[in-house]
């Protein structure tokens, strides 16, 4: 089986981050960010790496220093925006504006999946923008978790449920924090990494 994204002479490195929603594996390409993976066995991360980039790469956590920083930082809710150069050039073109879409969705709310497909101008879409956001490399970091099913159902997630409950818990305790500390909704607002 082919890698789902070609490599090439990149750079390839990856490390493993301990976080309260279990180990992440991360991944970064010519020191972006690009991979997120959810391990239930840590052992499995360059086996998974090789089969998504057509190498394992190399353990090293120091091209991942930021992310870790920053990621860190989110779980203990020091964080509501990530300032990390990302690798999102591994999707399809139509996957890459859904992920940009998801970028925009300000910290600690949900949007649903007919309101990315409206953000991208394709409001027929709402079932490709769900296959797409399912495929997202980067998750947390590009915010996934942020996308429910209409009607307020909770809806799927790469890393389970309880990992979206989760990471939607952290988002709304440090909101209603900010809130308590007259912090407004501009402060929550994301801001893409340039």
Known sequence: MAPAYESGHASIARTILKSPVGPLGLVS??????????LPQPRMLPYLVERTYGNAGEENSAPLAQPIEQLEEYFAGRRLVFRLPLDLD?????QRRVW?????????????Y???????????AVRAVGSANGSNPIPIVVPCHRVIAAGGKIGGYGGGIPVKTKLLDIETR?????????????????????
Not at 100 to 112: E, M, N, S
């Open 174 to 194: 440090t909101r209603l924090l900010a809130a308590s500390l007259g912090i407004g909704e501009t402060g929550l607002r994301p801001r893409r990494p340039r």
């Open 100 to 112: 940009k879409a998801l970028l925009d969705i300000p910290y600690g709310t949900t949007v649903t």
């Open 114 to 124: 007919k309101d990315v497909a409206a953000a991208i101008s394709q409001p027929s």
């Open 90 to 94: 591994q999707g399809t073109p139509f």
């Open 29 to 38: 390409r010519d020191e972006r960010l690009a991979a997120i993976m959810f």
